[in-house]
């Protein structure tokens, strides 16, 4: 029977890592993306209109690749 439990932990755990490294992967692929076509027009960066304010302005990045 413990068996069976230490498996299905490692299962579970597995699972869990699998779907954050969907998610990572989604998140620097986005990213990538959005850098080439910046890249591809000469834009500088990603405007962004604040909902408060209505002004737009850069769009912060959040972390390094």
Known sequence: MAQLML????G???WWGYKKFL???KRVSAS???AEKEAKTGAQG???KDPK????RLEEKS???
Do not use: F, Q, S
Not at 7 to 10: I, S
Not at 53 to 56: A, D, L, P, V
């Open 46 to 48: 990603t405007l962004v």
């Open 63 to 65: 972390g390094d690749m």
């Open 32 to 34: 990538v993306r959005r």
């Open 53 to 56: 304010t209505g002004e737009y």
């Open 12 to 14: 579970i755990v597995a």
């Open 7 to 10: 498996l299905a932990a490692v």
């Open 23 to 25: 998610a990572e992967a």
